[in-house]
């Protein structure tokens, strides 16, 4: 944690999702806004075939719906991309941009991943920029070499700790059950916040950095006890409602 930043629970359902999977969303509602103080921000990355519903699903609780990727443009002719006025459109107020999946399964490069961030930020979207390294990349030695990489290639240049969130996500720990340790992950969140505050100042040091891998509710106390978490995202555990306010609780509670 990091004193006087609102953590952030962040879920991305990937590829997972009909429209009877919002009774999931339904009862994350309604378990949030019973159970919880309002002292963190809850919110949900679903398919873009959902992000309408889920919105009206959400509309008047304390739960916000966003995409999980956009084009960097606001219209035009790319079949089958969306764009950031796009989610916004239909009720979203976040995306993520850079998940590794895309990275990877997309070939997106860091001036890609930076692109589409600029354009959350021009269509008023929370923005979540997402990094990590491979296991390749963690055993010869380089996390924090790609760290800063990724850091100076993927954020836009008028990045705010009011719009900009960073996920620090190593690719190892995503779906796999395994997680770093905590002095790794104490470790990397202290390099992202020294490099977010030389290059943004004030902006830098009350950005919300969170880590995602592998999150679940056993080990979400841990986690956010850590310098420099502020926050999670989840993809497997964030399908479930009892799983992802088991999680939204551990983190609560160090609130
Ligand atoms: P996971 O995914 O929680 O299933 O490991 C995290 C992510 O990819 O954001």
């Given at each position: 944690?990091?004193?006087?930043?609102?953590p952030?629970?962040?879920?991305?359902?990937?590829?997972?999702?009909?429209?009877?999977?919002?009774?999931?969303?339904?009862?994350?509602?309604?378990g949030?806004?019973?159970?919880?103080?309002?002292?963190?921000d809850?919110?949900?990355?679903?398919?873009?075939?959902?992000i309408?519903?889920?919105?009206?699903?959400?509309?008047?609780?304390?739960?916000?719906?966003?995409?999980?990727?956009?084009h960097?443009?606001?219209?035009?002719?790319?079949?089958g991309d969306?764009?950031?006025?796009?989610?916004?459109?239909?009720?979203?107020?976040?995306?993520?941009?850079?998940?590794?999946?895309r990275r990877?399964?997309?070939?997106e490069?860091?001036?890609?991943v930076?692109?589409?961030?600029?354009?959350?930020l021009?269509?008023?979207?929370?923005?979540?920029?997402?990094?990590?390294?491979?296991?390749?990349?963690?055993?010869?030695?380089?996390?924090?070499?790609?760290?800063?990489?990724?850091?100076?290639?993927?954020?836009p240049?008028?990045?705010?700790?009011?719009?900009?969130?960073?996920?620090?996500?190593?690719?190892?720990?995503?779906?796999?059950?395994?997680?770093?340790?905590?002095?790794?992950?104490?470790?990397?969140?202290?390099?992202?916040?020294?490099?977010l505050?030389?290059?943004?100042?004030?902006?830098?040091?009350?950005?919300?950095?969170?880590?995602?891998?592998?999150?679940?509710?056993?080990?979400?106390e841990?986690?956010m006890?850590?310098?420099?978490?502020?926050?999670?995202?989840v993809?497997?555990?964030?399908?479930?409602?009892?799983?992802?306010?088991?999680?939204?609780?551990?983190?609560?509670?160090l609130?």
């Amino acid at each position: 944690m990091t004193p006087n930043i609102k953590p952030l629970v962040a879920g991305n359902w990937k590829m997972n999702g009909f429209r009877n999977s919002l009774s999931e969303l339904g009862a994350m509602t309604a378990g949030y806004d019973i159970a919880m103080r309002n002292r963190i921000d809850m919110l949900l990355c679903v398919p873009a075939t959902l992000i309408f519903a889920a919105a009206q699903e959400a509309l008047g609780t304390r739960v916000h719906v966003g995409g999980q990727d956009c084009h960097f443009n606001q219209v035009g002719a790319h079949t089958g991309d969306i764009s950031a006025e796009m989610i916004a459109d239909s009720g979203g107020t976040a995306v993520i941009v850079g998940h590794s999946e895309r990275r990877t399964d997309h070939g997106e490069t860091n001036a890609i991943v930076k692109s589409k961030a600029e354009a959350g930020l021009r269509g008023d979207l929370l923005t979540i920029v997402c990094i990590g390294e491979t296991e390749a990349q963690r055993k010869a030695g380089e996390t924090l070499d790609v760290l800063k990489d990724q850091l100076d290639g993927s954020m836009p240049d008028d990045s705010t700790a009011a719009k900009v969130v960073v996920a620090y996500e190593p690719v190892w720990a995503i779906g796999t059950g395994l997680v770093p340790s905590a002095a790794d992950v104490e470790e990397a969140h202290g390099f992202m916040r020294n490099n977010l505050t030389d290059r943004f100042g004030d902006k830098g040091a009350k950005m919300r950095l969170l880590y995602g891998g592998s999150v679940k509710p056993g080990n979400a106390e841990e986690l956010m006890g850590i310098a420099n978490v502020d926050g999670a995202l989840v993809g497997g555990a964030s399908l479930k409602a009892e799983d992802f306010l088991g999680i939204c609780a551990a983190y609560e509670k160090l609130c």
